[in-house]
């Protein structure tokens, strides 16, 4: 699964981070990596418990909560987080695998969630800063994804991925994972697809048409099968 998502911030959203983050302070960005992962990781991080870091979270997972495609494309139980990142002077993230669990804190409960979706959204326009590419290593091929600021991506987590060094400018993005009601891939997809359709049988025809009612009724019949809770 990849899937772009524009615009996931609005105008006044997006630019409020981006001022936000241009005058945070920034930490040493291994301290959220795993042991193999942190032997490739140059990059910066705001704290996770920061005021900041807290904050704009908030704001992103807000905004996850009202975007449609987001919801009908991860079906999330559980998201973590947001963490937020910076790459400039040359830094970046070799190729690696995020760890499968990880635990989070909502409050004061610690839990733990299991890594199906990755998601990076972007701060920065990508004429404002060189290199500093996602890239998906998949099947033997790389992909690589530069968006404009305010736009996001979804991935698989199984995949491995990494980002090019930055030569010039600053790269700043907000990660973070998501645990969905349907662990296996190729179900999410389907799901996803078949959502697709009904969403636009819908706009056509009306929310009464029978086929809307009988493809809606094998959606959630699905659903009911797939989900685990």
């Known amino acids: 699964m990849l899937v772009h998502i524009p615009g996931l911030l609005t105008p006044d959203e997006l630019a409020y981070c981006q001022a936000t983050l241009k005058n945070a302070q920034w930490d040493d960005g291994r301290e959220t990596a795993g042991q193999q992962s942190a032997k490739v990781k140059n990059n910066q991080q705001l704290p996770r418990d920061s005021k900041v870091c807290l ?3 908030q704001i992103v997972l807000r905004a996850l909560g009202r975007n449609a495609v987001f919801n009908s494309a991860v079906l999330p139980y559980r998201v973590s987080p947001p963490l937020f990142n910076r790459y400039e002077n040359g830094m970046s993230f070799g190729a690696h695998v995020d760890n499968a669990i990880r635990g989070i804190w ?6 733990r969630i299991r890594t199906d979706v990755s998601s990076t959204l972007f701060f920065s326009n990508p004429d404002e800063y060189d290199g500093g590419e996602l890239i998906i290593h998949s ?5 690589a994804i530069k968006l404009p600021a305010g736009d996001m991506v979804l ?12 030569t010039r400018g600053n790269r700043l993005a907000a990660f973070f994972w998501s645990q969905s009601m349907i662990a296996e891939e190729s179900r999410r997809q389907i799901m996803f697809d078949l959502d697709i359709q009904v969403t636009s049988l819908r706009d056509r025809l009306g929310d009464c048409d029978p086929s809307v009612l009988s493809l809606t009724n094998i959606y959630h019949n699905m659903m009911r099968q797939w989900c685990i809770l």
């Open 55 to 57: 904050e704009l979270g």
């Open 106 to 111: 909502a409050g004061n409960t610690h839990t």
């Open 139 to 143: 099947n033997g091929h790389e992909q």
């Open 155 to 166: 991935y698989s987590t199984t995949v491995l991925h990494s980002v090019t060094p930055v």
